[in-house]
């Protein structure tokens, strides 16, 4: 039998042993999926014994954490702009870096319509369509596992969105004021150098950009144009290495005004264009 506290801290041990990186934060954030507790909660009872079968079950979920499964498919979920999302292996897991994205859309949104490109687990059009002022939400990705999730998220924040399955434009109708997309934007020969966690149990479909990274921006560039109004944005997540790339392609397929933001650790991320 051990304490809340011991377990808490055998816990992190181990992680770290596994070479996790934030092992405490992990073997934490666990102890709170297991045991409903929160710091308040753990702070007056960390000298109690804890119920034995919640342990078996915690430290059950501790060694899937130590195999490098992500923390979020362990739990099911990712917060992201505030919401929760539920999250399994068929979709990208919510990254923060998207939320300033999310943010860049929000401040145009005035009774606008919305299209999501590659929309994964409907984070993006999901967020906007309960922060922001949208009159029509659209999600499209080629992935029908990823869109059941989608749906599913959608439901759970009563958000009236319409997902379509389809091959990037190809079966999407219609002229939007807005095209969003955080398309898969890694060079195919980088994605056997990334962490275990996002390489061995993210979709590869949502990672690998091809050969240089940037060929879903060029697609999306391209096809998307005739599915924007005039004077209508599109905006792109982008790798922090991408923005002088993904402004030329923009330029080159028609776009103006051209705008670079940075994320909160001061590196681009999005980058969006006018429809001339
Ligand atoms: N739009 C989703 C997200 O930002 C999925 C992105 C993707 O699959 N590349 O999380």
Known sequence: MSTFGEILRTAGNYLKQHAIADADVDAWYLLVHVFGINRADFYLHRDEEAPKIQEEAYMELVEQR?????????????????????????????????????????????????????????????SLAKLGNIRKAVGAD?????????????????????????????????????????????????????????????????????????AFYRRIAEEGKDHLKENGTIFFEIGYNQAQDVKKILQNAGFGDIKIRKDLSGLDRVVSGRRL
């Open 142 to 214: 080629l992935s029908d596992k990823a869109l059941k999730i989608a749906e599913k998220n959608a439901g759970k924040h009563n958000i009236k969105v319409e997902f379509i399955r389809s091959n990037l434009f190809e079966k999407i109708e219609g002229v939007y004021d807005i095209v969003v997309s955080n398309p898969p934007y890694i060079p195919s020969g980088e994605i056997k150098g990334l962490m275990p966690e996002v390489r061995d149990h993210e979709p590869i479909m949502a990672l690998d950009g091809d050969q240089d990274g940037l």
């Open 66 to 126: 130590a195999k490098h499964i992500p923390l979020q498919l362990i739990t099911g979920t990712q917060e992201f702009m505030g919401l929760e999302f539920d999250v399994t292996s068929d979709v990208l897991i919510p990254r923060q870096d998207t939320e300033v994205l999310v943010e860049e859309v929000l401040k145009v949104c005035n009774q606008t319509s919305v299209l999501d490109m590659c929309t994964g687990s409907g984070c993006i059009i999901i």
